[in-house]
């Protein structure tokens, strides 16, 4: 009997293999030699290996649209700062406090706005305090200082209205804050030595102003036994400064 030997040939690297791997075109790994089908394995896991994941398109073109959409923000905010810029100029204060609101709106609360947004506070501060609305200077210059607490315009107009309001202590305060950022100020010092006494004064006066409430008081309460604050008197002991109650009829 006659057998048949399959067909020998190469492939063009010059490999040996059967005729069914030449006209299938692969290797089965029982076709294989011996060890053919570990090394292809790892070849393949190596392979694997070595693919990098695919970009995410989708993040990226996230990415590009917030930062336009910052950039384009970035725009329009300052567009609307500088027209309320020419408002403040033209003494048009209102409308110039509209601008600086939009120009708020518009930005974004984010750290790299954060100069833009108290710029536009102390900008509207300064308007209320045209306005003589003093609480409201007081509140936007707080924003101001709350974004940036070394913004010396924003201290500077808010101890204004705090010394408008006879709020002379927040007043001093704020001037204080001034001279640990510039000790040199003289202006600041100027101020705080003009304002301490003023200071001093509305503490006697709220003391005395609570005193009286308390005596009212106090009285509403005694007259009900046939008394009066009038029937206790009060002495000071000059060398412990402390006081004794003493009653009097």
Avoid: W
Avoid at 14 to 40: C, I, K, L, Y
Wanted: contains cysteine; proline residues 4%; charged residues 30%.
């Amino acid at each position: 009997m006659v057998v048949i030997e399959p067909a020998i040939t190469k492939d063009e690297e010059g490999d040996v293999m059967t005729g069914r791997e030449a006209s299938d075109g692969f290797e089965t790994a029982s076709e294989g030699t011996d060890g053919g089908s570990d090394n292809e394995e790892q070849q393949q896991k190596q392979e694997k290996q070595n693919v990098s994941p695919p970009k995410d398109d989708s993040y990226e073109d996230a990415s590009n649209n917030d930062e336009l959409e910052q950039q384009k923000a970035l725009v329009q905010a300052n567009d609307a700062k500088l027209e309320g810029n020419k408002l403040f100029a033209a003494a048009q204060y209102e409308e110039a406090l509209s601008q600086y609101e939009v120009a708020l709106q518009v930005a974004p609360n984010l750290p790299s706005f954060v100069e833009l947004r108290s710029v536009c506070h102390a900008n509207r501060a300064i308007c209320f305090l045209k306005l003589g609305k003093y609480e409201d200077t007081i509140k936007e210059c707080t924003k101001a200082i709350e974004l940036n607490p070394s913004y010396m315009k924003a201290l500077v107009r808010r101890g204004e209205a705090h010394e408008k309001l006879e709020h002379f202590e927040e007043a001093i305060a704020d001037l204080k804050t001034i001279l640990e950022l510039d000790p040199s100020n003289e202006q600041a010092k100027r101020s705080i030595f003009r304002l301490e006494p003023k200071a001093a004064e509305k503490r006697e006066q709220m003391k005395e102003e609570m005193i009286a409430k308390l005596k009212e008081m106090g009285n509403s309460l005694l007259g009900r036994f046939g008394m009066s604050t009038d029937n206790f008197k009060a002495v000071k002991d000059p060398s412990t400064g402390s006081y004794s109650i003493s009653f009097q009829r």
